[in-house]
């Protein structure tokens, strides 16, 4: 990877059931597949479905993966660790908010497959964050035609402000997702740039 780039980690995140036969399953399979090709690391949850999924993609051409999970003692809905899912780097946390926060802070992009509520509780968060720190946010990528609709409903029904459409781009194939983050790669090495210059001119 070239130094210059300060995109090194992307986080998957998406749907804990999908199966190898199911669409976000493959999908999450490839386009981690053609990130490790870029020489980024892939995170993940290290459980099942698109996470594991994730791992296969990356490790199928040599790429490296950390998983990020935590030991529940009383949670039998939470998918877990799935021993299927070989990561590179395994971390083990407390609970399943700092399980979330963990993986937000470690990918300096995000990429939303379709999911269910874990999906839409981390998908919240990564857009928040990205709003509060936009001009140096982590950007999103969301996969599917599916979001085009969501988002239409929150900026029908919510108050979204015009800089939060900003922070995101919705993707339909694997291909595209690349696109998306060399497209961010760009803006965030440009942002750097600009801080540096402020930073030596005073």
Same mark, same amino acid.
């Given at each position: ?16 059931? =999908? ?12 386009? &981690?597949?053609?990130? =490790?090709? !870029?020489? %980024? ?11 594991? =999924?994730?791992?296969? #993609? ?7 993966? +950390?998983?990020?999970?935590? $030991?529940?003692?009383? $949670? ?12 590179? !780097?395994? +971390?083990?946390?407390?609970? %399943? ?11 300096? @992009? ?7 509520? #874990?999906?839409?509780? !981390?998908?919240?968060? =990564? ?5 509060? *720190?936009?001009? *140096? *946010?982590?950007?999103? +990528? ?8 969501? @988002?239409? &409903?929150?900026?029908? #029904?919510? %108050? ?9 781009? +919705? ?19 440009? $942002?750097?740039? !600009? ?8």
């Amino acid at each position: 990877m070239p130094a210059d780039k300060l995109i090194k980690n992307v986080t998957f995140l998406g749907y804990a059931d =999908a199966k190898e036969s199911d669409e976000p399953f493959k999908a999450a399979y490839e386009v &981690a597949r053609l990130c =490790a090709l !870029e020489g %980024y690391t892939v995170v993940n949850g290290a459980g099942p479905g698109v996470m594991k =999924a994730a791992t296969m #993609g990356a490790k199928s051409v040599g790429g490296h993966v +950390i998983g990020v999970t935590f $030991l529940p003692k009383d $949670l039998p809905a939470f998918e877990g660790r799935d021993q299927t899912n070989k990561v590179d !780097e395994l +971390i083990i946390l407390s609970n %399943y908010l700092e399980r979330t926060l963990k993986l937000l802070e470690l990918g300096q @992009i995000y990429i939303i497959f379709n999911g269910g509520t #874990g999906t839409i509780s !981390e998908f919240g968060m =990564a857009w928040g964050l990205a709003r509060l *720190h936009f001009g *140096h *946010h982590k950007p999103l +990528i969301l996969y599917g035609d599916f979001w085009q609709e969501i @988002i239409f &409903a929150f900026t029908k #029904g919510m %108050y979204i402000r015009p800089e939060e459409r900003k922070v995101f781009r +919705i993707v339909n194939s694997p291909s595209q997702v690349v696109g998306a983050i060399d497209e961010f790669q760009l803006q965030v090495n440009n $942002l750097a740039h !600009e801080h540096t210059s402020r930073t030596f001119s005073i």
